[in-house]
């Protein structure tokens, strides 16, 4: 081996890019600067060039795991409204949100009227989850059901349900959208049978668990599948009116949003329009 005296320290920089460790590359001088000038051991520096390392390889492991996950933007614990839903414990949120649930695969079903905050609530808890080290996807239920429909069309169903089963939670949203469809169904019921007892699921619906049957051609198939959803499942019911039908009457009854209204109809405030935009998407 090469005797120390004789390392070109120069060489360092393309060697860390060799190993792919930026943060390494990107923070040695200025600890090895640091450890001279306090006196650390060797071992010191080295020890906290590697928790340099390993943080920024969890922070970019965030990263890709959140844009792989397809979780709508901005729908965070932060921003959800609790006040609105007092049926619902935000300390009970917040123990799901630590994500110990899903090492049991037990499933998470949001019930309530449309508008009501459950899909808001839902990808607030996934996009906490990704923060906690898991992989989370979200998905329409008539979305996931074309892509199931297809690869059972390609000869490749199996194939996409073990991609499926790398992610610690599916999301599904809407999933009382989706039509009563012998072949739609079929592969719906495939995935819910599937991850049961072995992967989370997480399903919004604004229909009772009495209303199912317009999900599933047959009365067996829909007590089948609410058996495998509820087993190991938290059931959130979010029984509140509509956060878009309260925003609208609202917007009627108080004078200063009224008014606020006249002048965006002129153009006059088009970034409160903006933002109340993005309420709209709330399911």
């Known amino acids: 081996?090469?005797?120390?005296?004789?390392?070109?320290?120069?060489?360092?920089?393309?060697?860390?890019?060799?190993?792919r460790l930026p943060s390494f590359k990107a923070h040695w001088q200025e600890v090895t600067e640091m450890a001279d000038r306090e006196g650390w051991p060797t071992a010191q520096a080295l020890a906290l060039l590697a928790e340099y390392e390993l943080?920024?390889?969890?922070?970019?492991?965030?990263?890709?795991n959140l844009q792989a996950s397809r979780l709508p933007a901005g729908k965070t614990?932060?921003?959800?409204?609790?006040?609105?839903?007092?049926?619902?414990?935000?300390?009970?949120?917040?123990?799901?949100?630590?994500?110990?649930?899903?090492?049991?695969?037990g499933n998470l079903i949001a019930i309530g009227n449309s508008g009501s905050g459950k899909s808001h609530l839902l990808a607030a808890v996934g996009h906490a989850l990704i923060e906690a080290g898991y992989r989370v996807l979200y998905s329409r239920t008539t979305d996931m059901v074309q892509r199931l429909q297809?690869?059972?069309?390609?000869?490749?169903?199996?194939?996409?349900?073990?991609?499926?089963?790398k992610y610690h939670l599916l999301i599904l949203d809407d999933i009382t959208y989706a039509q009563k469809d012998q072949a739609e169904t079929s592969v719906l019921f495939e995935l819910i049978a599937r991850r049961y007892e072995t992967r989370?699921?997480?399903?919004a619906a604004n229909q009772p668990f009495s209303a199912w049957e317009q999900i599933f051609p047959d009365r067996a198939m829909t007590v089948a599948a609410?058996?495998?959803?509820?087993?190991?499942?938290?059931?959130?019911?979010?029984n509140v009116e509509s956060y878009?039908?309260?925003?609208?009457?609202?917007?009627?009854?108080?004078?200063?949003?009224?008014?606020?209204?006249?002048?965006?109809?002129?153009?006059?405030?088009?970034?409160?329009?903006?933002?109340e935009g993005g309420d709209d998407t709330e399911s």
């Open 1 to 19: 081996m090469t005797a120390a005296t004789e390392t070109d320290v120069h060489k360092l920089p393309a060697l860390l890019n060799a190993l």
């Open 55 to 64: 943080a920024e390889r969890e922070t970019r492991r965030i990263h890709r």
């Open 77 to 105: 614990l932060a921003t959800f409204d609790f006040s609105v839903v007092p049926e619902v414990s935000k300390a009970r949120v917040d123990a799901l949100a630590a994500g110990d649930w899903l090492a049991g695969a």
């Open 150 to 165: 297809a690869a059972r069309r390609d000869l490749t169903l199996e194939r996409e349900l073990a991609k499926l089963d």
């Open 200 to 203: 989370s699921l997480a399903v």
């Open 226 to 238: 609410i058996d495998r959803l509820v087993h190991h499942a938290t059931i959130l019911e979010l």
């Open 244 to 275: 878009r039908r309260r925003a609208a009457v609202s917007r009627q009854t108080d004078p200063a949003d009224a008014a606020s209204s006249d002048s965006d109809s002129l153009g006059d405030n088009p970034s409160d329009n903006n933002r």
